[in-house]
């Protein structure tokens, strides 16, 4: 596995929930911290959640309060629930290590809230 791999993404409604995945092979994820990042149309790429090697958790001012981000350092997996969406959380959503220079981007996976 070159590329982290995101899964879990799809339509919701507004006020809805969803949890999506990242996967990561043992060199890629054994990194200092890890980032969920999403992207909109017409929109540059942002980070939405950080987490850092020991459970620093930071997030954008736009999520804060609905979305968690976690780790599970035996599945090699990251993890981003999503509470109370909005149409504005629209977005391709992305992991990757905001720490590394070079750290490969995957396919990501697409979130649409829309009624």
Do not use: H
Not at 8 to 16: A, F, K, M
């Amino acid at each position: 596995q070159v590329q982290p791999v995101e899964s879990g993404g799809g339509l919701v409604q507004p006020g809805g929930s969803l949890r999506v995945s990242c996967v990561a092979s043992g060199s890629l994820f054994s990194v200092n911290a890890w980032a969920w990042y999403r992207q909109a149309p017409g929109k540059q790429r942002e980070s939405v959640a950080t987490i850092t090697a020991t459970g620093v958790t930071n997030y954008a001012d736009s999520v804060k309060g609905r979305f968690t981000i976690s780790r599970d350092n035996a599945k090699k997996a990251l993890y981003l629930q999503m509470n109370s969406l909005k149409p504005e959380d629209t977005a391709v959503y992305y992991c990757n290590s905001p720490t590394i220079r070079g750290f490969p981007w995957g396919q990501g996976t697409q979130v649409t809230v829309s009624s």
